[in-house]
Structure formats: structure tokens, C-alpha cells
């Protein structure tokens, strides 16, 4: 299972493109034509606006924001990474993309998934296995940077257990955390059944519903108190009105 992402992850992508000519609302003809729009930029390159056909998107899925794409334009191979992916609204159609031209011998900083490996004993005692983060940034070359961070949850043993940034081995030692990144941030936390949740939360509710009694009945209480002392006072009243 390792050694089969491993070759997914170093697996060299290609995608042929031209320059594009069409700008603003005129690439919507492009889009009728079958073609994306995209741009490529990047530090110390000058930015060239391209367009690749749309049945080239599988190379962007099987890419996602983590490998390498060598755009071949105009006999040059350019190392890139999908920088950004503007979607379509309502239909969700590619609408256009953003490519990072990167140097593969200067690490970078990207996000990446979190994946979750191995059975936690825990669960098959109807515990809940949370996962808090879902995707953490790192600092590597381009070319090192792994699909998903995997992070075996095998350990997971009793209530409360949980695994932090700290107690997960990143694929490489080439690879790490990206600056700022907290170790101590949870990853995954065991949590109680869902049914001593429930049971947890009608105690709650039904303590909140005394309270509320009580409280309903101590503001009657400070209502007939301030009746009869109007009551009390309003001889007195009638009395100056006479005099």
C-alpha cells in the first residue's frame, strides 16, 4: 500500500498548452471551443496567459494541489503547481486555473490532506473516533510533497485518548511541519458513545427545566409580594385624597 502512493506521489506529470489570446469575457468562447483558461506565474518568471482542452482536466484531478504538472509550451517543460481553481457557481465546471511555477531544488509551503489509517480498538466499544484536523501545512520540494499525510489511530485505547501534531511521523525527512504550525494541535480525539452523549445532554436539559421552574415560580412569588403590599398602601392613599 506504501510503496504504491509512493510511486503515485513521484509519478511525472505532463500537460501541453498554448499561449492563449482571448482575455475578460471573450474566453467564454474559448470555454464553448472545449479549451480552460488558465495563467502561470511565478517568482522571477514572467507571467503567460494558456489554454489546455478540457479533457486534459484528468491531469489536474489526478495532480490536485500537491504534485508537480510540467506544462510543455513552446518546446519548455515549466515545473508548476495548481496555485487556484475557479469553479462555476451552479454548474461546478472548471472555469479557470492558476498555475505556480516552482523551483524544484527551493522547498515550499502547501497544505495537505490527513488521512486516516489502522483500526482503533476503542471504537469497537462504540466510542467515537473524531477527527479534528483535516489538512495540515508543510515545507518541502516540490517534488517530495506526499499526496496525504497518513496518521495511525491503531493506538486509540480508551476514552479521551488522543494523537497531536507532535505524534505524527511526516513521510520524509526531508519533509516538516511549516513554520507556525502548532505541535500540540489535536489531530484525532476518542470522544463518548453518542448514546451517553444523548443520555448527558437530556440530564442537561431536564436540570435547565427545574431551573427554569423555579425561577418561574420565584418571580410569581415577587409579584403577589408587590400586590399586597399596594394593597396595604392604598388606604393610606385615600386618606390624603379626603384631606
Do not use: C, W
Request: net charge negative.
Amino acid at each position: 500500500m506504501t510503496d504504491r502512493k509512493t510511486k503515485q506521489t513521484k509519478e511525472k506529470l505532463s500537460l501541453k498548452v498554448e499561449k492563449r489570446n482571448l482575455f475578460g469575457r471573450k474566453v467564454k468562447k474559448l470555454r464553448r471551443q472545449g479549451l480552460i483558461p488558465a495563467v502561470v506565474y511565478g517568482h522571477n518568471f514572467d507571467s503567460v496567459a494558456v489554454q489546455f482542452p478540457r479533457h486534459q482536466l484528468k491531469v489536474i484531478k489526478r495532480a490536485g494541489e500537491t504534485s508537480v504538472i510540467y506544462l510543455e509550451l513552446d518546446n519548455q517543460k515549466i515545473p508548476v503547481m495548481i496555485k487556484q481553481i475557479q469553479y462555476h457557481p451552479v454548474s461546478g465546471q472548471v472555469l479557470h486555473l492558476d498555475f505556480y511555477k516552482v523551483n524544484l531544488k527551493e522547498k515550499v509551503t502547501t497544505e495537505v490532506p490527513i488521512e486516516l489509517v489502522g483500526e482503533a480498538p476503542i471504537a469497537k466499544e462504540g466510542y467515537n473516533i473524531v477527527q479534528v484536523l483535516h489538512e495540515v501545512e508543510i515545507s518541502a520540494l516540490p517534488t517530495d510533497i506526499p499526496k496525504e499525510i497518513e496518521v495511525d489511530i491503531s493506538g486509540l485505547t480508551q476514552e479521551g485518548d488522543d494523537i497531536r501534531l507532535k505524534d505524527v511521523k511526516l513521510p520524509g525527512e526531508k519533509i516538516e511541519f511549516a513554520e507556525g504550525v502548532d505541535p500540540e494541535e489535536t489531530v484525532v480525539i476518542v470522544e463518548k458513545p453518542a448514546e451517553e452523549k444523548e443520555e448527558e445532554t437530556a440530564e442537561e436539559v431536564s436540570e435547565e427545566g427545574e431551573e427554569t421552574k423555579e425561577a418561574k415560580e420565584t418571580k410569581e412569588e415577587e409579584k403577589e409580594k408587590k400586590e399586597e403590599e399596594k394593597k396595604e398602601a392604598a388606604p393610606e392613599n385615600e386618606v390624603k385624597k379626603e384631606n
